[in-house]
């Protein structure tokens, strides 16, 4: 121990109340009195200070666990938030790839509903030509048979009978009647 720690732990037993210790002596007394040099110190007793470090390392511990539960519940939020975001834009891609699938199949039926009615606007066109064909196959036909029927007048006899030389006079008229009418000339 030196002169110094003796000093300071020395109980103060002479005050200097009219200032006329020398100068070093004086300066050593305030010191204590402001260092409280002389009272017993609590900090120098073991039990309080394990009682102390105790409870700085409990503090220190709560303190850290505190913030490693606040730095976990912000993570846990932060997370949540992330996840919360990814959902909402899943959600969003969800609902464009539905309404793509939509539009797309609008289009196919779209496609398909014209293709079906032009299918039977064909079938209505093939229809109509048909019946045209028919038609006027029908007409050519009754415009032929009407012209026959003014090219050949049987004679009275072979309109009553049915002989061989009639029914060849027929045949022949019907020949010279057809060369007709595909050259043209009724």
């Known amino acids: 121990m030196d002169a110094q720690d003796a000093l300071e732990n020395r109980p103060i037993e002479w005050k200097d109340t009219q200032g006329s210790l020398p100068g070093a ?3 050593a007394i305030r010191r204590r009195r402001r260092l409280g040099a002389g009272r017993p110190s609590w900090t120098r007793h073991p039990v309080t200070l394990l009682v102390a470090v105790v ?5 220190l511990w709560a303190v850290g666990a505190s913030v490693v539960h606040w730095r976990a519940r912000v993570a846990a939020e932060r997370l949540q938030q992330i996840e919360q975001e990814a959902a909402r834009q899943a959600q969003l891609r969800a ?3 539905q309404r793509e699938a939509a539009d797309r199949e609008a289009q196919r039926q779209a496609l398909l509903d014209q293709q079906a009615a032009a299918k039977a606007q064909a079938i209505a066109e093939r229809q109509r030509l048909d019946d045209e064909a028919r038609r006027t196959e029908a007409d050519a036909a ?3 048979e009407k012209a026959w029927s003014k090219f050949y007048r049987p004679s009275a006899y072979c309109e009553t009978a049915a002989t061989m030389e009639c029914v060849n006079g027929r045949i022949r008229a ?5 060369q007709k009418w ?3 000339e009724f």
Do not use: I, P, T
Request: proline share 0%; no cysteine; hydrophobic share 35%.
């Open 182 to 184: 595909n050259k043209g």
């Open 95 to 97: 609902q464009q790839l």
């Open 55 to 59: 409870v700085s390392v409990a503090l």
């Open 25 to 27: 002596a004086a300066r």
């Open 174 to 178: 019907r020949r010279s009647f057809e």
């Open 142 to 144: 009754d415009r032929k």
